[in-house]
């Protein structure tokens, strides 16, 4: 069992930036791929960027390429998600999601994350 704890959401102005926090529970945070979700109100939840279990392989939506950077630190059992150059577009409810196995590629789809975060918000002002 995994338990992810999101953190670093909150209000920002367009042009701004974010860093997002994922803190995983457990001793095999290592094994794990890793990926961002968002949903915004009224919209299905979507990737952002996934990143493998050993961090070789990341994927990132074409809506967020060049402004958002996926990392993972498996000392720490953390994923950061960081964002910039923010616009109101990006605002939504961001979870962390993790899945066991050790994949070569990073998963985009939902139904390959067995673990899910409670969500951060994330709100951008024109």
């Known amino acids: 069992q995994v338990q992810l704890v999101e953190s670093g959401g909150g209000l920002v102005q367009a042009g701004g930036s974010l860093r997002l926090s994922c803190a995983a529970s457990?001793?095999?945070?290592?094994?794990?791929?890793m990926g961002w979700f968002r949903q915004a109100p009224g919209k299905e939840r979507i990737v952002v960027a996934a990143i493998n279990w050993i961090g070789l392989s990341t994927f990132y939506a074409d809506s967020v390429k060049g402004r958002f950077t996926i990392s993972r630190d498996n000392r720490k059992n953390t994923v950061y998600l960081q964002m910039s150059s923010l616009k109101p577009e990006d605002t939504a409810i961001y979870y962390c999601?993790?899945?066991?196995?050790?994949?070569?590629?990073?998963?985009?789809?939902?139904?390959?994350?067995?673990?899910w975060g409670q969500g951060t918000q994330v709100t951008v002002s024109s």
């Open positions: 999601a993790a899945h066991g196995g050790r994949s070569n590629l990073a998963q985009v789809t939902m139904a390959s994350y067995d673990y």
């Open positions: 457990g001793r095999t945070f290592s094994s794990y791929g």
